[in-house]
C-alpha cells in the first residue's frame, strides 16, 4: 500500500521560509515523478513543483525563484523549500506520486502566510 506523508506546514510572516517533506512508503520513489501541488480555499489544485524520475525539474511560474524542489531516494523522500513566502502561497500542499502503477496522493499539509 504506497502512503506519502507530508509534514513541515506552518503559520509564517510574509517573506519568511518554510521546509515541506513528503515521506513516501510502499513506492520507489526513485522509479516516479514525485510533485507538489497545492489548493487554496475555492481554487482548483494546482502544480507546484515536480522532480521527475530521471532528474528534471517543473514549477508553475508563479514559484519559480522562490521554490526548491529535491528528493532523496535513498530515503524515499520529497521535500519542497519554500523562499520568500506570499499570503497567496497559503493553500494545503499536497505530495503526489506518479508511476506506471498509479497516481497517488498525500493528505496534505497547510501552509498559511500571514502577518
Known amino acids: 500500500q504506497v502512503q506519502l506523508l507530508e509534514s513541515g506546514g506552518d503559520l509564517v510572516q510574509p517573506g519568511g521560509s518554510l521546509r515541506l517533506s513528503c515521506a513516501a512508503s510502499g513506492i520507489a520513489s526513485s522509479l516516479a515523478a514525485m510533485s507538489w501541488y497545492r489548493q487554496a480555499p475555492g481554487k482548483e489544485r494546482e502544480l507546484v513543483a515536480q522532480?521527475?524520475?530521471?532528474?528534471?525539474?517543473n514549477y508553475a511560474d508563479s514559484v519559480k525563484g522562490r521554490f526548491t524542489i529535491s528528493r532523496d531516494n535513498a530515503k524515499n523522500m520529497v521535500f519542497l523549500q519554500m523562499n520568500s513566502l506570499k499570503p497567496e502561497n497559503t493553500a494545503v500542499y499536497y505530495c503526489?506520486?506518479?508511476?506506471?502503477?498509479?497516481?497517488?496522493w498525500g493528505q496534505g499539509t497547510q501552509v498559511t502566510v500571514s502577518s
Open positions: 522532480s521527475g524520475p530521471i532528474g528534471n525539474l
Open positions: 503526489n506520486a506518479l508511476n506506471r502503477k498509479g497516481n497517488y
